[in-house]
């Protein structure tokens, strides 16, 4: 007897329309190719995006678990970006670091078509910033960091845990899996494996403000990192400072603009101000006559 194709379609368990059409049959218009920045560094970058972030909900009464949870994404990839961008920026302005990364690879795409002053960016394109490991191998790497400071680890574990809560959003749609309950503390959180991640609105504004102080707490030591070692002798591209602001001022404002914020809410002391302390805390000290 023969059976209608159709009627025996017994994989038609749901029902799911039409697909014959792309729905994105042209992706390149889906970009706004006339972006440019408005901020120039990338803390700037940063408090720009977290406050276009911000307008989506601090003005609702309440957050529900899943905008809570896009909104979480947000605020974790603007710190990404802050890291791509500043990372970037230092490579092309300190010369150090610059002579560092000759050695780096980039997709052979980059050298075709990307811009050459955004080549740096390039060299990040196989990182991804939303882990405490990535970071601290980022600062090891790009800015030839040490030894990291423990007031700075501390800062990237409690970053981690963040970080473990965005992954449950990004692969789980927020539920919290046995790797990052591991991760996480897997004797304490074992009674929310496979519940869901449920912020509410104190609890996500409590961590934008911490992101927004670690990002900073971040940029200040990078800021330190850059000057201690323009003047250090190990340093072969270290600069012959003058120690007068007259002098030194387009040297020091390289440096400064990387890292100076003018839209945050109290925003960086000027130039001269943070090269007056820099001067008192690293201009050499005559050494006293030997008897």
């Not at 104190?202 to 323009?230: C, G, H, P, Y």
């Not at 603009?257 to 005559?286: T, V």
Request: proline letters at 4%; one cysteine or more.
């Amino acid at each position: 007897m023969a059976t209608n194709s159709v009627s025996a379609d017994y994989s038609a368990i749901t029902n799911i329309g039409s697909i014959a059409a792309s729905p994105c049959p042209n992706t390149v218009i889906l970009f706004d190719c006339t972006y440019s920045e408005t901020a120039t560094s990338a803390i700037d970058i940063y408090i720009e995006n977290c406050k276009e972030i911000n307008k989506l909900w601090t003005g609702a009464a309440s957050v529900s678990p899943e905008f809570s949870r896009l909104l979480l994404l947000g605020h974790v990839s603007a710190v990404e970006g802050y890291f791509r961008s500043v990372i970037s920026s230092i490579i092309n302005t300190d010369q150090k670091a610059q002579a560092d990364a000759h050695s780096y690879t980039v997709p052979f795409g980059a050298v075709l078509y990307q811009n050459k002053k955004l080549l740096a960016e390039a060299l990040l394109e196989g990182v991804s910033f939303a882990s405490e490991d990535a970071v601290r191998k980022s600062l090891i790497k790009f800015l030839a960091v040490e030894k990291i400071p423990e007031n700075l680890k501390t800062l990237l574990l409690e970053f981690e845990k963040i970080c473990q809560m965005r992954h449950c959003c990004v692969h789980r749609f927020g539920k919290l899996g046995t790797q990052n309950g591991i991760a996480l503390g897997l004797e304490i959180h074992s009674q929310a494996l496979e519940k869901p991640l449920a912020l509410g609105k104190n609890e996500l504004a409590d961590i934008a403000s911490w992101l927004m102080s670690f990002v900073k707490a971040v940029n200040n030591f990078m800021f330190q990192t850059l000057l201690d070692r323009s003047c250090s002798e190990k340093n072969p591209y270290r600069i012959a400072w003058k120690w007068m602001y007259s002098r030194d001022c387009i040297k020091f404002l390289r440096f400064y603009n990387l890292f100076a914020s003018q839209k945050d809410a109290i925003p960086s002391p000027g130039a001269d101000e943070l090269y007056r302390r820099f001067l008192l805390a690293r201009k050499p000290r005559p050494r006293p006559n030997s008897r």
